[in-house]
């Protein structure tokens, strides 16, 4: 008898709190997604962490050995020196600082703020530009994020709703179904138009890269996640990159409109029957009641007025002229037909 009260309290606790409980089981799910994440990334990258230390301490070596003129500090100081201007996008290498800081750089510069991808390659070297840098990001993302918003929106009609609404009305097939063969194909033609495409230009153009650092490339920036080690456009020989600027701005345009169709891909997917049930999974209950009720009101506001209504419901009631036209119109089309008194005596007998 206990254990049949308990099992029915866990059942309709279960029951209950079954969003908190599903949103609870989210919440695990991603910190242990973070830790393996930690896990093989350290497995995988520390042993060449390792490696790549003992190479540049053996490389430290040879050239202390072989140039006694220099001592330890002075070459120590100069490797600082150096590592230091290169967060700023200046090479010891190549010391061409207008590259970093011309119109197109800039552009290319602002665009990575703008869209929160940050390569982290090029920053403002002095106190007024990191001021208006913030100022500039302060005002510029919201209004890129406004942006991005109603470009997806605008495509999302041409390249999703239109087509979707299309094919299910031609070919009778259910919309979760229909959208979903509509998103997978989707996302395989943007894939191959902005990461396999691009990726084989700039393997083509970067004598450096391979075709995987390039999809990587690719990959990282569309997703605005934005590492910052590949960086296109960075040859100093000029026979390998003899139009830099023209280079850097395909880039910057590239940059933009892959992450306009990424996000309309993105939103495809979630707008699917299957995400949004999924979604619902962990919901509160008043949220979830609130969310199956949005499709009635929005049907209800895309009708017309209420005034439009109301009229509707009301009954008409016609003028009198109209019912004595009726009435006449009745008496003309059914014609007076005299009764007979064998009839009427029929009927009172």
Not at 110 to 130: A, C, F, I, M, N
Not at 269 to 284: A, T
Request: with cysteine.
């Amino acid at each position: 008898m206990v254990r049949s009260c308990t099992y029915g309290w866990c059942a309709r606790f279960v029951e209950r709190h079954q969003s908190a409980l599903n949103f609870a089981l989210l919440v695990v799910g991603y910190i242990l997604y973070l830790l393996i994440g930690a896990g093989i990334f350290s497995a995988i990258e520390l042993r060449y962490e390792q490696e790549l230390r003992q190479e540049l301490k053996a490389d430290q070596q040879d050239f202390l050995s072989s140039n006694p003129c220099v001592s330890q500090e002075r070459l120590n100081e100069l490797l600082a020196r150096a590592l230091e201007a290169s967060k700023y996008g200046v090479s010891v290498l190549d010391n061409d600082t207008e590259r970093n800081w011309d119109f197109v750089s800039s552009l290319f510069f602002t665009s990575t703020v703008l869209t929160t991808t940050g390569y982290g390659h090029t920053v403002p070297l002095s106190d007024e530009g990191k001021a208006f840098c913030i100022f500039y990001a302060l005002f510029g993302i919201p209004v890129t994020l406004f942006f991005l918003t109603v470009a997806v929106e605008r495509i999302m009609v041409l390249v999703t709703r239109r087509p979707v609404s299309y094919f299910h009305r031609r070919w009778a097939m259910s919309k979760s179904k229909l959208g979903a063969i509509h998103a997978t194909c989707l996302a395989i033609i943007m894939a191959l138009i902005f990461l396999i495409i691009p990726a084989w230009i700039l393997f083509s153009i970067e004598k450096d890269w391979n075709f995987l650092e390039s999809l990587y490339f690719c990959f990282i920036s569309l997703t605005t996640i934005g590492l910052g080690d590949y960086i296109p456009g960075e040859a100093r020989n000029e026979e390998d990159n003899p139009h830099p600027q023209l280079y850097r701005l395909s880039i910057t345009v590239y940059l933009l409109l892959g992450l306009v169709f990424v996000l309309v891909v993105l939103e495809t997917c979630c707008e699917l029957p299957q995400m949004r049930r999924l979604r619902q999974r962990f919901y509160q209950e008043r949220v979830r009641e609130l969310d199956s009720e949005t499709t009635n009101i929005i049907e209800q506001d895309h009708m017309s007025d209420p005034s439009h209504h109301m009229t509707d419901h009301l009954p008409v009631i016609p003028s009198v002229s109209e019912q004595a036209a009726s009435l006449q119109q009745d008496g003309k089309s059914m014609p007076y037909t005299p009764v007979s008194e064998s009839a009427v005596d029929s009927k009172l007998r």
